[in-house]
């Protein structure tokens, strides 16, 4: 209907939304995966719901790819609130939302949880109802079942109750109070009391949500965790494949793997399919993913491949394929993404010969067309013939490999040009590309990257300026560099080594941006950078125990440096403490570590 969803309402018609969830088809995609190379009878439906293996991944915040869990707040409450049940999964979802966590709600779930604060009630019948959910009212089933049990409401007067609530209606509270303090009292229940919960019902109702909306989410958060858990290779090749044409989400999902210790290989002439798919011990990229190469060249490659067996050289797959659809492009982004790797370890030597193999396969075809061939054809082996079309060349330099896998898959594969600065980069960063989205205006970022891209203009004074794109380990950021600061970096971005920004947020409603403050070498930054170590911790969900165990780590790490703690709040306003003296620490990797695995990653920088 074209209708607005109150008018339809008052006419008595049902609204229902219907929601296309892309985490469907990665699930789909996994079990036919999963049918095909290990367990042939496995069902997504069949999984069991108490599965420690689950849990202990949830706990431990690992979540990229997880249905609704996997925005780094998100992950923040899971390694406070560490699920055991599927319940506790459903009432993440509904309480991960801004009311429940300005008003409290997800702190005093997670507290009664793990017992550090009491659970009270006012009745004692409202036990039953609030027993899954440590006595907060996080459903609005739950405050239709207390009207229910408490005032003797039938399951439509609770309806409305419930409407009234969510949508606060205050002319239709009043009443609805009133009828909650009658029907209470006739059930033996003081008015003082149930003013007290209704009040109660009050304050949490106007947050509760559809807990049947929740645990339908809960489901698949947890059926995706489960398939992450116990089958990571085929779920993350499945997650790839949904995301391919977001390069962002790929990166993110490729440094995902690279910390998991799971493989990721190039494409293969020989092993792939259009899509990434699980070899053995890896994940190994889709010839989809390949830029320049088409769905028709694709289809062609995997045609001769199945009725032929595997390609032995590159000549022998110029021979085969129909280089009407194959041509030299394809060709050319085939041998620079490492298609031809396993075949070939050597990218320089069949790039450089390219023309002469391609020409040499379209004489044989030739040749075999017409019915002749040349005596010398038939004396020469097929490995002299490789041999004399395509000589020895030098290893191309690990830059200019990177560089042709990032042209023809948009992004490094084998390698990358921060891989060895990791250490360094945890040190000064406080965020990655990736975690920008959850920023707010003006915050100020740290990131280390390389440049992807630079754009350079004249403002209205004539002054140089420059729009940069910043990539690191898990994605890119976009960089707005003033002329006052492009004038004393321009050198170091045109260099393309690794660099640290220091700057501030600038987001609207569609992008978000980070305008440079201050730009410097890694190395320089490391120079700089070695006084103060500082420890970002949110307060939603921070319990006494966690503080402690800050304390431990660092009286066990004494040293010069001083500690300053960033406490944000839910409403994203920060607070910084200084420790005392006696808090000082030592700026080790075996320090950032300890307090990485107790506060999550991006938690601890240096300054």
Known sequence: TQYSMKDVESLGLLKMDFLGLRTLTVIDWTEKQLRVS????????????????????????????VF???????????????????????????????????SGMIDSFIK????????????????EILKETYGVIVYQEQVMKLANTLAGFTMGQADSLRKAMGKKIPEGMASQQQSFITGAKKNGISENKASKVFALMEQFGKYGFNKSHSAAYALISYRTAYLKAHYPMEFMASLLTSDMDNTDKVVQLLGECRQEGINIRPPDINRSGQQFSV???????????VKNVGQNAVSEIIRARNEGGDFKSILDFAKRVDMRQVNRRVCEALIKCGAFDSIHANRSAP??????????????????ASGQSSLFAQAESEDDRLKRLMPDKPQWPEHIRLEGEKETLGFFITGHPLAKYQKEIKRLATHQSADLGETVNKQEVRLCG???????????????????????????????????KYKNSSVLLESGEPFFVRGRIDRNESDVKVIAEELMSLRAAQEKFTNSIHLNLNLLGLEEPTLNQI????????????????FTFPDKKRVLVDASERYKVVASERFLSEMENILGPNSVYCS
């Open 351 to 368: 790039f450089d010969s390219l023309q002469n193999i391609l020409d040499e396969a379209g004489r044989t075809r030739d040749d075999t």
């Open 38 to 65: 290990k367990e042939s009878g496995f069902s997504i439906e069949n999984i069991p719901m108490d599965d420690k293996a689950t849990f202990a991944l949830l706990g431990e915040a690992k979540t990229l790819g």
């Open 279 to 289: 070899d053995g011990d890896s994940i190994v990229f889709g010839l989809a993913a």
């Open 112 to 127: 009664r949880k793990h017992g550090t604060e009491k659970i009270e009630s006012i009745l004692p019948q409202m036990n």
């Open 450 to 484: 390389v440049v992807s891209l630079m754009k350079t203009q004249l403002t209205k004074k004539k002054e140089r300026m420059a729009y940069v794109t910043l990539e690191d380990l898990s994605g890119s950021a976009k960089l707005i560099i003033w002329p006052d």
């Open 551 to 566: 304390k431990s780590v660092a009286v066990k790490h004494r040293g010069p440096s001083t500690l300053t703690l960033h």
């Open 68 to 102: 609704q869990l996997e925005s780094s707040g998100m992950r923040d409450i899971l390694r406070k609130m560490k699920p055991e049940k599927f319940s506790d999964i459903i009432a993440l979802v509904a309480l991960f939302r801004p009311g429940p966590i300005g």
